[in-house]
């Protein structure tokens, strides 16, 4: 399929969850990351989940990483730019909603996108081959292709794969691992 086809097939799945559904979903996939090989790491980038859009709700794994004292990196959209701003999240971090309900960070401490060991990339759909369907505006390929080439990429997706992305382009960027509630995926 192509990406666009699964925007909408996705997007419409994710209409029909329920708030339980989500929560349970979401506890599985945070259970399913401590599986994943990226514990020894320093800098971890997540992205605060948009509520509205039905994502999956990452305070779970906001709470595995502050539970191991891992510094926690989060990001302010530029959307002139469509590039993002990190922030180092801390006690003091200020956290509001933007014009399209995305949490961002007020301001803060940045961290430059090179300093990233694990991003966890928010997604619509995936393939068996690593590829991902996000909304669409190409924040999350600008700013992997900033981090270093081996930072560790991991979707989150309360879907299985899909078999192919028949659309892909060489600018997008392949994930390393994507978890679900059922299982890790390693490409």
Known sequence: MTKSELRKKYKSLRKDLTLNQIDDLSIAIA???????????????????????????????????????????????????????????????VIKK?????????DGIEIDDKKMDVVFVPLLAFDKQGNRV?????????????????AIKIGLSFFETENEITDTYKGDIKLDYCVTPEKVYEF
């Not at 933007?98 to 007020?106: R, Y």
């Open 31 to 93: 259970n399913q990351t401590l599986k994943l090989p990226i514990w020894e790491h320093l800098f971890y980038h997540i992205f605060l989940s948009i509520e509205e859009h039905k994502e999956i709700n990452t305070d779970y794994i906001l709470n595995i990483l502050a539970g191991k004292d891992k510094n926690i990196v989060i990001s302010k959209s530029d959307f002139k730019t469509t590039t993002l701003i990190n922030y180092l999240l801390t006690d003091s971090t």
């Open 98 to 106: 933007n014009h399209w309900n995305i949490p961002e960070p007020v």
């Open 134 to 150: 996000g909304y669409g505006k190409g924040f999350y390929d600008n700013f992997l292709s900033n981090c270093k080439p081996n």
